[in-house]
């Protein structure tokens, strides 16, 4: 019985510690939101950012203005801090709103095909990027 419970058990520990691997941010690449909140973003809307590994922050163009937020990951559990941004009006700021509102949400990230995806509570799907 021994013979086959202690290599049994081996294996399901082995098998646990393969979903604790870390996740890969894709580190100093520019990567644009195509999708936000189940919409299809504009290319014209001009939101993107990058992860920065040494300063653990994003930075990048919510649209109009430049933003910064800190990030951390533990895993595929993803989460951003209290960011800043400039405070530049311009005629058209509603993608903007709705993606630096959108940050708060954030719980993890997943990869999707060739994508990024941001996702909340739940699992819900918030946001698809690319490089």
Sequence with gaps: MKKVFLPLLALVALLAFQGCKSFQLPYGKDLKVTQL????????ANIGFKFDEVEKRITGKAGCNN??????????????????????????MEWEGKFLGMLKDVRSIKQVGSKLQLLGEGGKALAYLSE
Excluded at 37 to 44: E, F, K, N, R, Y
Excluded at 78 to 87: E, H, N, Q, R, Y
Aim: hydrophobic residues 40%; contains cysteine; aromatic residues 8%.
């Design 37 to 44: 909140l189940g919409q299809t973003v504009p290319a014209a």
């Design 67 to 92: 933003f910064s937020a800190p990030f951390t990951l533990k895993g595929s559990k993803l989460s951003f801090g209290d960011g800043v941004a400039t405070k530049m009006a311009c005629p058209q």
